[in-house]
Nanobody
Framework: VQLQASGGGSVQAGDSLKLSCAAS????????MGWFRQAPGKEREIVAV????????YYADSVKGRFTISRDSAKNTVTLQMNSLKPEDTAVYYC????????????????WGQGTQVTVSS
């Protein structure tokens, strides 16, 4: 199983970034996909979740209205479009996969990508 995240970088406040995560080795449509992030010295926290079909999504309050999660089951990818970025969005972003459960709790996720760094300067 591999979750390969990409798209991170260093940007200015107000800019946009699009993160992508390519999944292999899993039956993608059976997995809920999530994006989490971890800033230095902080716990890993949920950012967004998308259901198996993509019809249901969840966002942390801190990113609601700025970030959009989507998935393409034909390509086995999940993306996170991040707009109006803020310095407090600086973190390592991880994609993760959870079998059979729609959850914002990180312990419910079985598979994790390697993380991609997002740095937002003011």
């Amino acid at each position: 199983v591999q979750l390969q995240a990409s798209g991170g970088g260093s940007v200015q406040a107000g800019d946009s970034l699009k993160l992508s995560c390519a999944a292999s080795g899993i039956d993608f449509i059976k997995y809920v996909m999530g994006w989490f992030r971890q800033a230095p010295g902080k716990e890993r926290e949920i950012v967004a979740v998308i259901s198996w079909s993509g019809g249901r999504t969840y966002y942390a309050d801190s990113v609601k209205g700025r970030f959009t999660i989507s998935r393409d089951s034909a390509k086995n990818t999940v993306t996170l479009q991040m707009n109006s970025l803020k310095p407090e969005d600086t973190a390592v972003y991880y994609c993760a996969a959870a079998r059979d459960i729609y959850s914002d709790f990180r312990d419910e996720y079985q598979y994790w990508g390697q993380g991609t760094q997002v740095t937002v300067s003011s």
